[in-house]
């Protein structure tokens, strides 16, 4: 059988133009001119949704519309109703399908790996990436326009002054869109100046335009239009303000200059007549702060409530909605009233994906103590145990400064173990099957849909050449599940409206609120390369429409909003914002207010909400009573205790809660790791030295014996030191060791009456039918059974002499005292006539007591009066003591536990603080 072709390629093609330019004869450019918000209602109402599609510029009302024809039509085509960057999108795609549109964190991405490989040669450092898109984003009408370059090279041969100030950022912007060009990427900013640039094809859309984009068209997207214009019927529906007298001389004129530029070419240009229904009664709020306006803004709304409006009449918006959103939600569910918007949250505060990104950052050896919190503790499952308490981590991990501090605990380590290696360049597929080893735990079945996102993202974006390191990967992970957002509540149809002031011209409302009008809110600076000048000088001299950061987009939809006439508008100013900022009132309150002469004054306190009745209630609650100390503790249920040490009985006495926390609960700390041994570590561990010096003898030691100690010091005090730390520690402590050698071996000679040495004594007895139990660092016993205690302290800042050990609360000495002449101690007997702190930082042996009588060739005598004690003052000194025990003890078996500290100055390093209820930290 004969097939016939018709063939396109020749006369088929010079046929179907012919047909093309009569069609065009038939088609129209109209421009309506609009100032009310009701004339678009009745546009809308008539719009033939399988011949026309409303473009517009926010997604919120592109929903709105969508919902307004399910409710009147029953359905609602999907090419209807467009946001334009949808519509440039599909263009594209119909056109030119081999060009992909990419996110923002990928085209980051892109530029970093661009920068790794040519930065050099344009001379930008690998971090720029951010400061060359925003130049990309100005630049992009030039590079795409076919005569851009052109034209741009000639005005800055006119203008020298900015040749010299930026056209290195042109050639450098150019070589990158070379780049994304030769792999046909494309951001969605920079479709349309692509779009414009392409001459073999015409644009076209099958359906018939009408544009609703307010303050958003841009130039380049009004010479698109144009073009389209050419086809098929595009109506632009261009705001009006009524009191702008003169465009040029107006803040807003480059904001409306595309419209300008379209009316130019308009077969029909049309005014809409204005028809407020209503007089609009102004009422304006200038509050000491945002919290304030939301206050006022939730009594409001339930004043109109009261009044019967229904809720779909009432609007609450904000420059950006967001900003103040957890605050006002929070007022309006105190208050039960129904807001009909979703509370949606980013993924990345999701557990899910903390736990991820906490594994992607760990792997990465990204040096986070939270990382490798979650990391550790998020992934077990029920058949896995954690061999690591928290308080453990935490003085491990506390502080992390390479890769090698993860050896700390050996399975860490081997957990973060990965195939490849990290430091080299790997493809985005070899990415994907690396993530997909990491186990999600038993919160998910299935793959979750933060995951599925951001797998498809990786695989629109790059090919398999592409190559980056594993931390570059690991970056575009967290910029992208930033962005996503997932559903906590959906809103309530039938509530009030809450929204942006972008989104605000569609509402169908008969009151609205608008809150957080303040200068620095309306007045958003887009941080761009090019500066506003520049952009309206290029403007002038090419003709070449450039955005920049000073649009003003904002103050028009809210001046443009107010001018429609609905029964209430309320306009509130906060000078203070919620993080503390002072603003600044918007110019556009302050004209409206003061042109408003029935209602220029301000409301400037707040109306009483329900949240405040709560807060205000005079709550007799007897717990909150005690924390505000008017009211005394109740006594803590079965505190009876058996066995006591002297450091617990000097911890009650400092403070009853800290001893509870740690006797009681048996919560522990454990001492940090760090650069340098934390005071309980070195403690312990030069106790340890000082004990194996001393039993095995002076005498008996040289420096290879004391470097094996040392080693054999480490694996008992300080196992999980890595390498690097250890051997400078080690060299220090080394020095310690020799020096108290030498301390010592001088000591024995000035003093031969030591007879004997005892180091780490035990003792134990029974005391007001409480048993206490310690242990002395060393003792020194003479021939005649006479001792002298020696207690072992880093440093003797805080040391008080015996006449001072009660008042200071220091109850060690005595114990030792006490338990050695009652016999305590096995084996050992005697008169305690000396004790002194050893102070390791200078080995001075001068702070504690001893009695007044002089023994030639025992110890050392000092010249501290208040130390120095005969044998009544002694007895005296021991009575008190056993006073003070015995009062401690009972306070102790009676369970009065109180967070009150004998000084307030004791809870700024104290590890339970955030624990306390103390009433100086309520």
């Keep these: ?269 049309e005014k809409t007549q204005s028809q407020n229904k209503f007089k609009t009664t102004k009422e304006y709020g200038n509050f000491s702060s945002t919290l304030g306006s939301l206050r006022q803004t939730t009594a409001i709304v339930r004043s109109w409530i009261e009044q019967k409006v229904p809720l779909d009449q009432i609007a609450i918006v904000a420059p950006d909605i967001e900003a103040v959103w957890p605050v006002l939600a929070f007022h309006l569910e105190a208050e039960g009233i129904p807001f009909n918007k979703n509370k949606l949250s980013s993924s990345q505060a999701t557990v899910a994906v903390q736990l991820f990104l906490s594994r992607l950052r760990a792997l990465n050896y990204n040096l986070s103590t939270r990382d490798l919190e979650l990391s550790y503790y998020g992934y077990c499952n029920n058949n896995q145990k954690n061999e690591l308490i928290f308080e453990k981590f935490e003085a491990l991990y506390k502080n992390i400064y390479d890769e090698a501090d993860y050896g700390r605990f050996d399975k860490m380590k081997q957990g973060l173990k990965i195939e490849i290696d990290l430091k080299s360049s790997i493809s985005h597929v070899q990415f994907i099957f690396q993530i997909a080893k990491i186990d999600l735990g038993s919160l998910s079945q299935e793959i979750p849909n933060w995951l599925e996102v951001l797998v498809r993202d990786l695989l629109a974006s790059f090919d398999e050449n592409f190559l980056l390191p594993w931390s570059d990967w690991v970056s575009f992970c967290e910029t992208c599940l930033s962005r996503h957002e997932i559903m906590v509540s959906e809103a309530v149809r039938e509530g009030i409206m809450v929204t942006n002031i972008m989104s605000a011209h569609f509402l169908k409302v008969t009151h609205r609120i608008f809150i957080e009008l303040s200068e620095e809110n309306l007045k958003v600076k887009s941080d761009r390369g090019i500066m506003p000048q520049t952009a309206r000088q290029i403007s002038k001299d090419l003709g070449y429409w450039l955005s920049h950061s000073e649009k003003g987009d904002l103050e028009f939809e809210l001046e443009w909003a107010i001018q429609c006439g609905i029964k209430s508008d309320h306009l509130y100013f906060g000078a203070v914002n919620l993080i503390g900022q002072i603003m600044t009132p918007s110019s556009v309150w302050l004209k409206s207010k003061n042109n408003d002469s029935e209602n220029s004054e301000a409301h400037k306190i707040p109306h009483k909400t329900v949240l405040d009745s709560i807060l205000n209630k005079n709550v007799q609650s007897p717990r909150l009573l005690q924390d505000l100390g008017e009211l005394e503790y109740d006594l803590l249920e079965n505190s009876e205790v058996k066995i006591l040490s002297p450091s617990a009985l000097e911890t009650f006495q400092k403070c009853p809660f800290t001893y509870f926390a740690r006797q009681t609960l048996g919560l522990k700390t454990f001492p940090e790791i760090d650069l340098d041994f934390d005071r309980r570590s070195a403690g312990e561990a030069l106790h340890y030295l000082f004990e194996v010096i001393m039993k095995r003898g002076l005498s008996s030691w040289n420096e290879i014996e004391l470097d094996l100690l040392l080693e054999q010091t480490k694996k008992t005090h300080f196992a999980s030191v890595v390498e690097a730390l250890w051997e400078v520690q080690k060299k220090k402590m080394l020095k310690l060791c020799q020096k108290f050698l030498q301390f010592e071996k001088k000591w024995r000679q000035e003093y031969p009456q030591i007879k004997e040495t005892k180091t780490e004594v035990s003792w134990k007895g029974q005391f007001q039918g409480t048993e206490y139990r310690g242990r002395i660092d060393r003792i020194d016993i003479s021939a005649q059974n006479e001792m002298v205690v020696i207690d072992y302290k880093l440093s003797g800042s805080q040391l008080k002499g015996a006449h001072n050990w009660i008042e200071n609360g220091s109850l060690q000495m005595l114990f030792y005292i006490h338990a050695l002449e009652n016999g305590w101690a096995s084996g050992i007997e005697g008169q305690v006539i000396a004790s002194f702190y050893f102070v390791i930082k200078n080995f001075s042996r001068e702070t504690g007591f001893e009695l007044d009588t002089e023994i030639p060739g025992f110890f050392k005598n000092t010249k501290k009066r208040g130390q120095k004690l005969n044998f009544e003052k002694k007895k005296e000194l021991l009575n008190t003591f056993e006073d003070r025990v015995k009062l401690l003890t009972d306070k102790i078996q009676n369970g009065e536990i109180k967070p009150l500290p004998t000084d307030e100055k004791f809870c700024t390093h104290c590890d339970w603080r955030r624990l306390c209820r103390a009433p100086h930290l309520a």
């Excluded at 390629?9 to 038939?26: H, M, N, T, V």
């Design 1 to 269: 059988m004969n097939r016939q072709y018709l063939d396109l390629s020749s006369e088929g093609a010079k046929l179907r133009d012919f047909f093309l330019r009569i069609r065009q004869c038939f088609k129209m450019l109209y421009v309506w001119e609009i100032q009310n918000r009701q004339s678009i209602q009745d546009l809308l109402e008539n719009l033939d949704i399988s011949k026309q599609t409303w473009l517009l510029s926010d997604l919120r009302t592109k929903f709105e519309i969508q919902e307004l024809f399910i409710q009147n039509r029953g359905f609602f085509l999907e090419e209807s109703v467009l946001r334009i960057s949808d519509l440039w999108k599909k263009i594209l795609l119909r056109s030119y399908p081999e060009y992909k549109v990419i996110s923002q964190q990928a085209v980051i991405l892109h530029l970093k790996y661009f920068l790794r490989l040519h930065g050099e040669s344009i001379g930008l450092p690998e971090s720029s990436e951010n400061t060359l898109l925003k130049w990309m984003t100005d630049l992009a009408p030039f590079y795409f326009h076919p005569e851009g370059e052109e034209k741009l090279r000639d005005w800055f041969s006119q203008n020298p002054e900015q040749e010299e100030s930026w056209k290195d950022w042109w050639l450098r912007t150019k070589a990158v869109f070379s780049y994304f060009k030769s792999k046909k990427l494309l951001l969605a900013q920079w479709i349309p100046a692509f779009l414009q640039s392409v001459t073999d094809t015409p644009l076209f859309w099958e359906k018939d335009l009408v544009v609703d984009l307010s303050s958003q068209l841009s130039f380049v997207e009004a010479e698109l239009l144009h073009q389209i214009s050419k086809r098929q019927d595009v109506t632009i529906l261009a705001p009006v303000l009524k009191n702008l007298v003169d465009l040029k001389k107006s803040q807003y004129s480059d904001l409306l200059r595309p419209y300008e530029y379209l009316k130019g070419f308009a077969n029909k240009v």
